[in-house]
């Protein structure tokens, strides 16, 4: 079991910046990935970016050159920042973690979200 807390979500204005951060409740460093979803009124949860355990990044169409994701074993954190912001950013963006157990199998953990909201 592990808690992540999300953290860095606000309101800011078309084309500002903002930076998310994935707090986890212990060490990050066996996870075998993690990820940033968002999830807009009315719509499915989709994902944003995922970075693997070993750095490999991956980003959907939507956020690809706008976003970057990181982790910090050291801090057992990860951070998206997210430029150029637009107001079809508007969500809900949860940080998700696919955490190894037993038989080979893979717990997925999921954050509470934090909101962010993009003005015109």
């Known amino acids: 079991q592990v808690q992540l807390v999300e953290s860095g979500g606000g309101l800011v204005q078309a084309g500002g910046s903002l930076r998310l951060s994935c707090a986890a409740s212990?060490?990050?460093?066996?996870?075998?990935?993690m990820g940033w979803y968002r999830q807009a009124p009315g719509k499915q949860r989709e994902l944003v970016a995922d970075i693997s355990s070993g750095g490999r990044v991956n980003y959907a169409d939507s956020a690809e050159g706008r976003v970057t994701i990181s982790r910090d074993n050291t801090k057992n954190t990860m951070y998206l920042q997210m430029n150029s912001l637009e107001p079809e950013d508007t969500a809900v963006y949860y940080c998700a973690a696919d955490i190894p157990i037993a038989f080979g199998r893979v717990l997925t953990s999921w954050g509470q979200g934090t909101q962010v909201t993009v003005s015109s």
């Open positions: 212990r060490s990050i460093f066996s996870f075998k990935s």
